[in-house]
């Protein structure tokens, strides 16, 4: 079993930053990759970025790349992802998730089903 739980949600305005924390607990396998993702009201969940284990590497969706960075501290279990210019369309519940089967696959996911351990959620909101 792997907990996770993420914090750093909050409201900013466009243009603004937020840093959100992913804190590990359980069963940490050294071939995990750990990812973000988010949902919106009335759309689908979102992959937003992934990590590998080491933070050698890193994967981002289109819409984030260049604004938010993901980022790992394994001395304290925890992932992170920081967001800089924000804009509405980023607006969502962020939800960090691990993928214990990406050390087999060997390359990162999108896909929500392939990752095995969800936190609870964090709600970013930006106003215009």
């Known amino acids: 079993q792997v907990q996770l739980v993420e914090s750093g949600g909050g409201s900013v305005q466009a243009g603004g930053s937020l840093r959100l924390s992913c804190v590990a607990s359980?069963?940490?396998?050294?071939?995990?990759?750990m990812g973000w993702f988010r949902q919106a009201p009335g759309k689908e969940r979102e992959f937003v970025a992934a990590i590998n284990w080491s933070g050698s590497s890193t994967y981002y969706a289109d819409s984030v790349k260049g604004r938010f960075t993901i980022f790992r501290d394994n001395a304290r279990n925890t992932v992170y992802l920081q967001m800089n210019k924000m804009n509405p369309e980023d607006a969502a519940v962020y939800s960090c998730?691990?993928?214990?089967?990406?050390?087999?696959?060997?390359?990162?996911?999108?896909?929500?089903?392939?990752?095995?351990?969800w936190g609870q959620g964090t709600q970013v909101t930006v106003s215009a």
């Open positions: 998730a691990a993928d214990l089967a990406y050390g087999s696959r060997g390359y990162f996911s999108k896909t929500p089903a392939h990752y095995d351990y």
């Open positions: 359980g069963r940490t396998p050294s071939t995990y990759a």
